[in-house]
């Protein structure tokens, strides 16, 4: 008896605590209306900073707010129907309590959206929890302006094990959904997905502000879908980090569109995130923003005709101690991944491994402006194979090889050229240390959102 008491208890103290104006959701309710106190049982409406939404099985699943909802907790029963619940125009739903509890088996699902007289916003507050399982889609503006669906993360708000799709302006001139992250927020384990808009929309981007962190979320950055149409987009600000976090970023289907892209700015980190940049995808540093201890990859084309991947540093923003591998085209007529660094950022003590190309132009670091290699380490990899090319690290302008040490290896087969260095006339001091090693074969970004 004592052993099962115990085991009750425990289960007991487990569980949400129920208190004030909780309800759940009716199996015949009248509307869709979260607001409505006829749809829940007993007939209060959940609204409170202690009040909890249960729902199990119900004839009407898709749930809207129709004013501001404040509660702890929403908990889908084992067994629950599908939901949607979408915090639509002038509508905010705060989420301040234990968070989201999915025992149903299903995947649930939320939605921030907006219309032409306002935004809805999805919030989750204090040490508030997405939960697993679950779908958050926030969608961009219908109408031109600062109109959009915003999902939030504040103080040590944790996105769990959720799915995010945030996505583009679906008009001309409208702005992007925006999925963000504030204070010490944690994108947690969660996976998120940036969708671009419609040519001269914003695209659909999620946001870490103030010290919070990407955690070791999974992020992809898709590039536009149509000519003319941005792709989607993540940034870190002010002192922000990638946590262990995993980013891929591409380009789209068609040409002249924008290519995903992730960005970092101010003081952010991208501390010991792992990055693949590919297909016209772009990886930017700016400000004072360093790569941290990242594994960097940045691939050429794949395909004739393909876009190549970029990573650029500008500013006095710096490679850090980050590793980066730059990889030459595997097709004919294609362009190779690229590195670039601009104005007065540095190399610090980073490792470029800087990759022949297979059918095509060799990998590339470039130096231009006023930047510096300091102490970096540099292996160049010469031509692979017969219609290859060789890995190049260029400087030019007032840019300097500082202390940095390089390693040019030759070819793969008899005749091949080995790993380029090259200086223009007007480039600055020369690398103290470097060797060949013996043949072998081997946009920016503007800070618009809201902070209420």
């Known amino acids: 008896m004592t052993k099962c008491f115990a085991a009750l208890l425990i289960l007991f103290l487990a569980l ?29 409406v959940p609204n409170g900073p202690a009040a909890v939404g249960t729902f199990g099985l119900s004839a009407i699943t898709a749930v809207s707010l129709s004013r501001a909802t404040d509660v702890s907790g929403i908990i889908f029963n084992p067994g629950a129907s599908a939901f949607t619940i979408t915090a639509g125009s002038q509508t905010i739903l705060t989420i ?10 299903s995947t649930q699902s939320f939605r ?13 507050a204090n040490g508030a929890a997405a939960g697993d399982n679950m779908l958050f889609t926030t969608n961009g503006g219908v109408v031109g302006g600062a109109i959009f669906g915003i999902t939030e993360f504040r103080d040590r708000a944790s996105a769990g094990q959720a799915s995010f799709v945030t996505n583009g302006g679906s008009s001309s001139g409208a702005f992007g959904g925006v999925t963000q992250f504030f204070d010490m927020a944690s994108a947690a384990q969660a996976h998120f997905v ?33 000519a003319g149409a941005n792709g989607g987009l993540t940034v870190f600000s002010d002192q922000a980090d990638a946590g262990d976090g995993t980013f891929t970023n591409v380009g789209g289907p068609v040409p002249f569109t924008t290519g995903g892209t992730t960005q970092f700015f101010d003081r952010s980190s991208a501390s010991h995130g792992t990055f693949l940049t590919e297909r016209g995808g772009l990886l ?19 395909i004739s005709g393909e876009f190549r991947g970029v990573t650029e540093f500008h500013d006095r923003a710096s490679a850090d101690r980050g590793t980066f591998i730059t990889n030459g085209a595997s097709a004919a007529f294609s362009l190779q991944g690229s ?4 104005d007065n950022s540095s190399a610090g003590t980073a490792t470029f491994i800087t990759n022949g ?37 260029f400087f030019r302008n007032d840019s300097s090889a500082g202390a940095s040490v390089f390693e040019l290896n030759a070819g793969g087969f008899d005749g091949a050229g080995g790993g380029q260095l090259r200086f223009s006339e007007d480039a600055g001091r020369r690398p103290s240390h470097s060797h060949r090693a013996r043949r072998h074969k081997r946009r920016r970004w503007r800070d618009h959102h809201f902070r209420d």
């Open 339 to 342: 590195v670039r660094f601009y």
């Open 194 to 226: 940036n969708n671009g808009g419609v040519p001269g929309a914003g695209d659909g981007v999620t946001v870490f502000h103030d010290r919070s962190t990407a955690g070791a979320g999974a992020f992809l950055n898709n590039g536009g879908q149509v």
């Open 284 to 302: 930017q540093f700016f400000n004072s923003a360093t790569a941290g201890c990242g594994i960097f990859t940045t691939n050429g084309a794949a």
């Open 357 to 393: 190309g297979m059918f095509g132009a060799g990998g590339v670091v470039e130096f231009r402006d006023h930047t510096s290699a300091d102490e970096a380490n540099f292996t160049v990899g010469g031509t692979p194979s017969d219609g290859g090319g060789s890995g190049f690290v």
């Open 112 to 124: 921030a959206t907006a219309d032409a007289f306002g935004s809805g916003t999805i919030r989750f």
């Open 96 to 105: 301040g309590g234990f968070g989201v509890a999915n025992n149903s088996g």
């Open 16 to 44: 949400p605590v129920l208190r004030g104006d909780s309800a759940t959701w009716q199996v015949l309710p009248r509307s869709g209306d979260w607001n409505t106190a006829a749809n829940w049982n007993p007939a209060t």
